[in-house]
């Protein structure tokens, strides 16, 4: 999940860029972590807003809810509630699986700033990881309004999902229930999300799809983390009825161990 930097260039924003590449990147190293969180406590007075932005990115790579909520407190507060600060905080909870205080976030951004396009497209992002699949559609017209000529990236899957919904494919609250399972066995394992995207499943089989979660862990303790959720999942006849097949999540290992060559995710 890439957070927004502004264009002005500050020391603390020059942290925010480093963060965004360790927060794509397959595994974050704690000695990186630490410097920059010293460094940044050492801008405290000259830019807290951007210090605790960037200390809140620091708790998420290290999986501390808390001291994530702490900072990004201050940094709204010091901001003056801006979108910009509404939007990283949104970024930050949905790496860590907070999905409802996220797609909040998301909200508070695109209405305090509702023609800014990188809020509105995080919006319409955390929209379909949350199961806001009509609301995501309709953000992807109102996006295609204010930039014509410059689609959406995620106007198709946002279609595909609402018109599944609106076909009775599955229901809205029963994926969101899936998704919190989901969620929920990704913060049991303290696992920081990297990536995720819904995908369309190739087959003969119409109106399904993979909810990928890209993690940073071997394919080993990927399968380890699908076993828990599957069990999970198949032990609720409401949810294998409502969406079932329909949709899917699954961890994706990202990193390769040592003997982790004859299983995957």
């Given at each position: ?256 161990d040592a003997g982790d060559s004859e299983r995957t995710a």
């Amino acid at each position: 999940m890439t957070y927004h930097v502004p264009a002005r260039a500050t020391k603390a924003f020059e942290f925010i860029e480093r963060l965004n590449a360790i927060t794509c990147a397959d595994e974050a190293n704690d000695f990186v972590l630490q410097g920059i969180k010293r460094e940044a406590q050492a801008l405290m007075a000259a830019d807290p807003v951007g210090a605790h932005t960037a200390l809140g990115m620091v708790a998420v790579l290290q999986g501390r809810i808390d001291d994530v909520r702490r900072h990004y407190c201050i940094a709204l507060q010091q901001s003056g509630h801006s979108a910009q600060a509404y939007r990283n905080y949104s970024a930050s909870l949905m790496n860590l699986g907070e999905m409802i205080e996220a797609f909040e976030a998301a909200r508070e951004a695109v209405r305090r700033a509702p023609d800014d396009g990188g809020a509105l497209r995080h919006l319409i992002k955390v929209a379909l990881g949350s199961a806001h699949f009509r609301e995501a559609r309709d953000h992807c017209d109102r996006w295609n309004t204010l930039f014509p000529g410059d689609p959406s990236p995620y106007e198709a899957p946002a279609k595909a999902l609402a018109g599944a919904v609106e076909r009775g494919v599955f229901r809205e609250e029963s994926v969101r229930k899936v998704l919190h399972i989901a969620h929920d066995v990704q913060r049991a394992a303290k696992v920081v999300l990297r990536v995720a995207r819904i995908v369309p499943v190739d087959g003969s089989e119409p109106d399904s799809f993979l909810y990928k979660l890209r993690i940073p862990l071997s394919p080993v303790h990927a399968v380890d983390l699908n076993e828990r959720l599957a069990h999970r999942i198949t032990s609720r006849p409401d949810l294998m009825a409502d969406p079932g097949t329909k949709f899917v999540p699954m961890f994706i290992g990202v990193r390769i161990d040592a003997g982790d060559s004859e299983r995957t995710a």
